[in-house]
Structure formats: C-alpha cells, structure tokens
C-alpha cells in the first residue's frame, strides 16, 4: 500500500528533552512537510521540504528542526527551544511544491510534553 | 494571519439533510482545496478547484468559488453518519508556495 506513515501515535515526553517524530512516505513525492494542530484549530506550517538535502522554514519553525536526507523520509525534531510543544503533529506530502497539488496526510503523531 | 476562514464554525444536522460549509479568504489565490479530518486523523483530500473554475462536483460533494467575494462554499447533499468530520480549506495565495488552512468546520451527522 502506498501512503505516509508516522510514528509513534502517541508520544510523551518531560520538558527539556528533545524529541523526533518520524514520518516516511513511500509514494514517491518530491514535496513534504510538517504541520501542527492545535485543539480547534487549523493547521499551521512548520517545516517544508521540495527535495532532498533542501528545506524551508514555514511559519512557526522556531523551537524545531527537520533534515531531507532521503526522498522518503522528514523527521522533524522538536527541541526544548520550543516553548509549548504539546500538539497534534501532522506530516503531509505531494507530487510537487507549490499550487495546484493536493497533499497526503499521514496518521499524526501527538505529542504531549509535561 | 489566516487566509483562510471557514463558516459556521460547527454544524449539526440529521442524517439525509444538507450540509453546507463557506470558506472565506483574503487575497488572490490560484486554486482553493478541501479537506476532510476525522476526529484524532490526519486529513484527506476531497477537492481542488481552481481559480478559473466556478463550480466543481464529486459524488455527493459540490465546491463553488467565487473570486470577487473570495468565498466558497462545500455542499455535502444526503449527509450520513460517516460525514461527521471537521472540514477545512486551503488556499495557495498568488506569489506564494505554499498551503494555508484555515479554522475548520466541526460537522455533526446524527443518525
């Protein structure tokens, strides 16, 4: 089956530690990124990435980091620099950057740290 | 700021009603998109309609735009239990690369 896969489901961390959720798609897509979700609200854009070796800040990357080293796989590591991480993380996909593409969402991973 | 905004913010409707959902934005756009997430889920894609377009049909669903207000609209006709959702749209401004969501619409379907 072809798709996006994140994991863990759940994860729960203590504060000041640093943490990577995973995300691995196997649809061949050049384009990926992260999102967070909070309660209620829609998404906002963390990280995005049009290929290998190359990504971009989205509107909130502070407190996160994220690495392209293969076509299939965007972690995305949340760092005791963020200030509330707890959220909902979705990581998405699609054929191409820009207009015109619809994206494809894995499961969300949600993150609670205390 | 959001470019996006969905109206009403929640919606509950029997099963078999109609359901309809607006999208609201700010600035030019190329396409408009909707999205469909279950409760705890991660989004699925159910439409793209693009700027030149004024109307757009999949199965039950119905997408109208309109550019000189800068609004849509998501008709969900015959609605069914399984249609309870959160419903949201996305926008890719002119000039930009990238999506924008907006709030989401909560949909509740009683049987």
């Known amino acids: 089956d072809g798709g996006i896969t994140q994991s863990p489901k759940y994860l729960f961390r203590k504060e000041g530690q640093n943490v990577t959720l995973s995300c691995e798609q196997n649809l061949n897509h050049d384009a990926m990124y992260w999102y967070r979700q909070d309660p209620g609200q829609g998404l906002r854009l963390i990280y995005y990435?049009?290929?290998?070796?190359?990504?971009q800040k989205g509107d909130i990357a502070e407190g996160y980091s994220v690495s392209r080293e293969k076509k299939e796989s965007f972690p995305l590591t949340v760092t005791s620099a963020q200030k509330n991480p707890t959220a909902f993380y979705l990581c998405?996909?699609?054929?191409?950057?820009?207009?015109?593409?619809?994206?494809?969402f894995g499961p969300g991973t949600r993150l609670t740290v205390t | 700021s959001q470019q996006g905004e969905e109206d009403p913010q929640a919606l509950s409707i029997q099963e078999g009603e109609n359901a309809t959902m607006n999208c609201s934005y700010k600035t030019s756009i190329n396409n408009l998109q909707w999205y469909r997430q279950n409760s705890g889920r991660g989004l699925v894609h159910l439409i793209l309609?693009?700027?030149?377009?004024r109307e757009k049909h999949s199965g039950r669903l119905r997408v109208t735009l309109d550019t000189s207000k800068k609004s849509s609209s998501l008709l969900i006709t015959a609605s069914r239990a399984a249609d309870t959702a959160s419903y949201f749209c996305?926008?890719?401004?002119?000039?930009?690369?990238?999506?924008?969501f907006g709030t989401g619409t909560r949909l509740q379907v009683f049987p």
């Open positions: 998405a996909s699609s054929i191409s950057q820009g207009w015109g593409y619809e994206q494809y």
């Open positions: 996305a926008t890719d401004a002119e000039y930009t690369d990238k999506l924008i």
């Open positions: 990435s049009q290929i290998v070796n190359d990504f």
């Open positions: 309609i693009r700027s030149n377009e």
